[in-house]
């Protein structure tokens, strides 16, 4: 059956210092509720709102690089209806002179690349939050915290072209790539995202899920959504347009109150507001614009000549590939490249751990001087790996940590000797080795790991062994 899914992604620009429409610190996450509050972002009487124009560059940014014609000239709406998360009785929003229009992103799907269409982008102000004790549907009443109110928001719609849960989380992941490469969001603070998410089967009636907070709840919400309204089309009922509320905890969507339709909302240009004429702010977002993740990926690829795979995971997060740039300046960059990107990942991944933090607790530098150790063979494989367990659980420097868990590798010579001796004290692995059984070398190469206390190279040491014994018979 044909599902279509839109997506209405609310991505707060919490970079910013200040909100939309008045001089109140974006910088409250860690705050008293209702602290970080004026007259304009409380919606007290006569309050002017003054447009922040850092609001207006950033959304330009993210217009440009989400491939979206900017309009020349944008105006601010009033969006009537009342909640108590919205003290004015309206939100200031955009309606039909949107910011930007069109726009795509291109993801990656298990059948190849797929460009997913925007409708529009536009700006507005976050309503304050409610919060409920216990959850939304339970809870006797509600709080508000204010200090949310009148936060920069940017509403990215896209066309309903989305045709399954997956795809939305793949779209959705990209987008918060691309926003974080342009420096104007933070993913991981409180409310910086949210989804509505939109869905309809066979033709049936749009149902729109409000308010989603995860990817993962995206996904689950539209898997629970197909699965709801297959049955009703099953049990020959329609599904009606409505707006449900998806329930984490129990990983259903509910009821919420039957769609209000565009009239409702009466918008009307907002009165205090003049148009914003966008052509000088085009001009310096353009400036401003960093290297997006797809020419980052060719760049890398050109100018390090690593593989189209690494370069992919690379790009996935800036502050990786700049470490990965920092390191590949030092030592061979295809070492790099899969030292980085198919072991520290999964180390710092494991311990939840990001490439932001990488930065401060396993420096490049440090991590150039581990390579380095590796290439002139000072260190085993194994020996690199057990460095960053160490170094991420319990710091210390690379050289210590090599000193105190006796991880330098055995010169070679070394090991030609134990092999040698393996090889004078076990007669009876020798002979059998000559009588066919070519397993008993690795009895030998377990003589001199067990000499070594595993600090031999398995893989060389085995090579070394069957060449002595192949020159025996
Ligand atoms: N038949 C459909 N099935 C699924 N999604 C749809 C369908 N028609 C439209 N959509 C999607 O629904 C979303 C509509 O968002 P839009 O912001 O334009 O309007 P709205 O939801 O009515 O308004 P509001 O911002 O007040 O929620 C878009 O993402 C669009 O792609
Ligand atoms: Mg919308
Ligand atoms: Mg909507």
């Known amino acids: 059956m044909d599902v279509k899914i839109g997506l209405e992604v609310h991505v707060q620009l919490n970079k910013l210092k200040t909100k939309l429409f008045c001089s109140c610190s974006l910088d409250y996450h860690k705050d008293e509720p209702n602290t970080h509050v004026c ?24 217009a440009l690089a989400l491939n979206a014609e900017v309009q020349p000239v944008t105006i601010f709406d009033r969006k009537n209806y009342f909640y108590p998360d919205l003290p004015k009785g309206f939100q200031i929003s955009q309606y039909d002179m949107p910011l930007a229009k069109g726009g795509y992103v291109v993801i990656e799907t298990e059948n190849g690349e797929k460009r997913i269409d925007l409708k529009r982008i536009h700006m507005e102000e976050d309503p304050g939050k409610l919060v409920y004790k216990g959850s939304i549907t339970t809870a006797k009443y509600s709080l508000i915290d204010y200090n949310r109110s009148g936060a920069p928001l940017l509403e990215i719609v896209t066309e309903p072209v989305i045709s399954s849960p997956k795809e939305a989380r793949l779209f959705l992941n990209k987008l918060r790539i691309i926003l974080e490469y342009l420096d104007v969001f933070d993913s991981e603070l409180e409310g910086a995202m949210r989804v509505d998410a939109n869905i309809s089967i066979a033709g049936g009636g749009r149902v729109e899920i409000k308010n989603i907070s995860s990817f993962k709840g995206v996904e689950k919400a539209l898997t629970y959504e197909i699965t709801r309204q297959k049955n009703l089309l099953k049990r020959g009922m329609k599904v009606e347009r409505e707006t449900r509320h998806f329930d984490e905890a129990n990983n259903i969507t509910v009821s919420l109150r039957s769609k209000e339709e565009e009239q409702d909302y009466r918008y009307f240009p907002e009165p205090d507001l003049v148009p914003v004429y966008t052509s000088e702010f085009i001009e310096i977002a353009k400036a401003e614009l960093p290297e997006m993740p797809e020419e980052k990926r060719e760049r890398l690829m050109r100018e390090y000549g690593i593989s ?52 401060n607790v396993f420096k490049p530098e440090e991590f150039v001087k581990l390579l380095k150790l590796f290439l002139e063979e000072k260190i085993t494989e194994k020996g690199v790996v057990e460095v960053i ?24 010579s070394e090991i030609v000797r134990l092999c040698k001796e393996a090889i004078e004290k076990n007669p009876k692995a020798v002979e059998d080795y000559k009588a066919g059984k070519k397993q008993a070398a690795n009895f030998l190469v377990g003589y001199v790991m067990k000499a070594t206390r595993g600090r031999a190279d398995p893989a060389e040491t085995a090579k070394i062994i069957r060449e002595m014994l192949e020159k025996l018979t």
Do not use: H, Q
Request: aromatic share 8%; net charge negative.
């Open 308 to 359: 189209l795979e690494k370069a992919k995971i690379l790009v996935l997060d800036p502050k990786m590939a700049d470490y990965f740039e920092i390191v590949a300046k030092e030592v061979d960059p295809k070492v790099a490249a899969s030292w980085i990107v198919d072991v520290f990942r999964g180390e710092l991944n494991y311990r939840s751990m990001s490439f932001r933090e990488a930065f």
């Open 39 to 62: 007259p304009v972002c409380l919606g007290l009487p006569g309050a002017m709102p003054v447009l922040n124009e850092e609001a207006v560059k950033a959304a330009v940014k993210v």
């Open 389 to 412: 367990r160490k170094k991420l659980d319990e710091g210390g420097e690379v050289e210590e940590i090599i000193e105190k868990e006796k991880l330098y590798a055995i010169p070679k």
